[in-house]
């Protein structure tokens, strides 16, 4: 399933404990390419599911109210 909010977590613990910056600060240069082109990557996906969360909240939220604006028959 893609919707796996344990791996989520498992990333978000690994930059907050500073194991990912560890990872970048003793790298090799791929190592350190590898990293950021993840963290890029990242950013961009993101950057899409706050887009597409906003969408589904705003639609929802625009049904709601048309819906209580509606005549009632």
Known sequence: MLLDLDFLAKIEEFMDSGDLAFEFENGDEDKRQLILEFL???????????????????????????AGSSPQK
């Open 40 to 66: 890029e990557k990242f950013m961009d996906v993101a950057e899409k599911a706050d887009a597409l969360a906003t969408k589904l909240i705003f639609r929802d939220g625009y049904m709601e109210m048309l």
